[in-house]
C-alpha cells in the first residue's frame, strides 16, 4: 500500500507538472488575448511528433531543442496570420478558428505519421532505472522529465515575476492599451507570448511522447482535461492552475491506481434484482472512473465556486 | 435619398408581396421534400435525404443556441444522442409492454430526453456566457460521453441499444420497414421542427435570445435575467436536438456511445457555421452540405476530415457569416439591380482561385496517398495524376503558388467591384 502512495504520488505529480506546462502557456495566452487556444493540445501533439521525427533525423537532444522552437514558430504564424485577422470578427471566430486548427492539425498529423501509435523511444542514456523503491524500479526518464518540468517551471517564474520581459507582459496582461500608450508594440507581445506557449506545449509533447503513447488523437484526449485545470484554477490565474494541474494530475493517477469498487467495499448487491444503473455504479472500479473524474470536478467547483479556485474575475 | 420617395401604397403591396414570398418559400419547400423522393427513388439517395433531413433539424437546433443566442456550444450532441437512447428504450417498452404509441411519436420522446438533461444540466451551464460556456459544454460532454460507456445497462457500452422500428403499432397501414416510409416520417418531423423553430425566433423569447446575444447587461436594465433567457434558449435547443437524435435512431434503428461524442458535436458545429448563423436558412445549407461532402468525399478520398477542417478555417477567417452571409450580401444589390457588375469580377476570380483549389487538393492527396502507401493515381476532373511521380508535385506547386498569387489579384478587383456596386446599392436607397 505504501509502495502504491510513494509510486502514484510521483506519478501524480508528474501528470501534474506536465499539465501545468501546457495549462501555463494556455492560461496565459486567455488572460492575455481573451483567446482560449482550443489548439494548445495540439500543439502538444505537434511537439510530440516533430521530436518522434527529429529524433530519428538528428537524434533526441537536439530535437529537445529544434521541435519546441519549431512548433513555437508555428504558434506564431498562427498569431500573426489567424488570430490577428480574426480578431476583429470577436472573440467567437476566434474561438472557432482554432477549433478548426485542432481538427485540421489532428488530420494532417493522422495523414502524416498514421493513425496508429508510433513507436516513439526512450533515448538509451535515459534508459535506465533511476532507483528502486520496495519492488518497482522507477524509471530514470521520468525523473528526467520531472526534472525538466520543475526547470521551466522555475525559468518561467523567473522571467515573469524578475524581469523587464516579465513585467511588460504582466502589465500587458490586464492593461493592454495603457502598455500600448507606453510605446511597446503590444501586436508583438501577444505574437511571442503565443509563440512562447506553444513552444512550452512543444516541449511538454516531446518529453512526454516517450513515456505517454505519441499518436494522432492523443491532442484531442488531453484538450478537454486541460481546460478543466484552467476552469478549475481560474480563468488566468497562474498560481491557480499550478494548484489545479497538481490536484487533477494526483487524483487522476491515484484513480487510475485503485481498483476498489463500491461491490468490493460493501458485498456484491442481491443478483437477483438483475442489471440496472445501481448494478453498474455498484459494480464499476475507481480506475474505470478515472477518465471523468476531472469533469466531476469541474461540475462541482462550478456549482460551489463559479469563478474556480484563484480566480478573481467572471468572464 | 429614393427611400423617402417609396409611398405608403407602394410599402402595403410590398408587405403583401413579401407575405405571398414568405409562405411560398415554406410551401415550396414542403413541396421539394415530397417531390425529391420521386425523382430520385434510388435506395442510396433516399438514405442521403433521410440524413440530410435529420442532420437539418438538428443544425437548426444548434442554431437557437449558437445564432439565436450567441451561445458557442462543444457538446451538443448530448442532447442528440440522449435523444437517440431516450427513442429507442422507448420503442423496446412500447413492443414490450404493448403500449398504443405508433412510431411517427416516437422522435417526441427523443425530445422529451434531450430536453430532460436539459432542464437538469442546463442552469449551471448557462450562469456564464461566452468562452467559459463552451469550456463547460465541452467539459459536460467529456464527462457524459466517458459515463456512457460506465453506464452499460443504460447506454448498452460499446455495442449500443438496438431495437426494430417495425415492430410497433402500425398507423394508416404504414408499417415503416421501406426507407422511403422513414423518409417521409423525418420530412414530415423536418417541417414541423423547422416551423416550430422558426415560429421561436418571432416569440418574445427569440426576441430576447438575441437581445442576450448582442447585449445581456442592457437585458438585464430592462428587467430580464440573462441566465433565465439562455437557460430556457438551452432547453429549447436541447429539445430539438433530442427530437434529431430520435429520428436518428428511427432511422438506423441503433443508439450508440458515437451518437453523443466529439466528433458529432463538432459536425454539427460545423455545418451551423459553414451554413451561417446569421440567418434561419444558414443551418440548413450547412447541413445540407456538410452532410452530402460527407458522404460524397468519404468514396473518394481518405482524408475527407483534414477538407472539412479548411473549409472551416477558410469560412471563419474570410466570411463568418457562413454561406447564408455571403448569399444574403447580394440583396442590396439584386435590388438596386447593380449585380451585373460584379459578376465579370466574379467570373474573373473565379478561375484562379479554381487553380488554387486544385493545387491544394493534389498537394494533400498526393501527400496523404504516399503516406498511406496506396499509390492509387488522384483523379482531377477527368486528369489522371500519379502521386509519386515528380510531375504531379509540381503542377501542384505551380498551382498553389501560382493560383495564389494571382488569385490575391483578382479578388482585389473583386473587392473593387464590389464597393462599387455597393455604393451604388447605397445611393439608390438600399442599404448594404
Redesign the interface.
Known sequence: MLELIVISTLNGLLFGMLLFLLSSGLTVI?SMM?V?NFAHASFYMLGAFFGFQLTKWVGFWPALLLAPLLVGAIGMAVERY?LR??HK?G???E???T???A??IE??V?????RSPVDYRVPALLDFPAFTIFSTNYPAYKIFMLAVSILIFIVLLTVLKRTRVGLIVQAALTHPHMVGHLGHNVGRIFMLVFGVGSALAGIAGVIAGPALVTQSDMA?ALG?IL??V??FGG?GSLPGAFIASLVIGLIQTFAVALNGSLASAFGPLDPSAG???L???WN?TIA??A??V???L??II??VR?MGLMGTR?? | MSAKTISTSTIAERSVGDGLRFYGIWLAGIAVLIVLPLIFSSGGSLTSFSLIGIAIVFALSYNILLGQTGLLSFGHAVHYGLGGFAACHMMNAVVSHGWPIPLPFIPLFGGLGGLAFAIIIGWVMTKRAGTVFSMISLGIAELVASSSLILRSVFGGESGISTDRTALPKILGLSFGPQLQVYYLIAFWLVISAIAMYALTRTPLGRISNAVRDNPERVQFIGYDPHVVRYIAFCFAGFFAGVAGGLAAINFEIANAAYLGAIQSGLVLFSTFIGGVAFFFGPILGAILVTYLQLGLTSVTGVWQLYFGIIFIGIVMLSPGGIAGLIMMHRPLVRAKTLPTVIPSYLLAAVPTLALACGVILTIESIARTHSGQGSPINLFGVAFSPASPVTWASAAILVAGGFFVARLSWRRVGEAWDRAATVARDRGYLA
Open positions: 486567455f481573451g482560449l489567424g485577422n480574426t470578427h472573440h467567437v471566430a474561438l472557432l478558428l477549433f478548426g486548427l481538427f485540421a488530420e494532417i493522422a495523414m502524416m505519421w498514421g484531442a478537454p481546460f478543466v484552467i476552469v480563468l442489471p440496472s444503473v448494478t453498474d455504479i464499476v474505470q472512473v477518465p471523468i476531472p469533469y466531476l469541474l461540475v462550478l456549482i463559479p467572471e468572464t
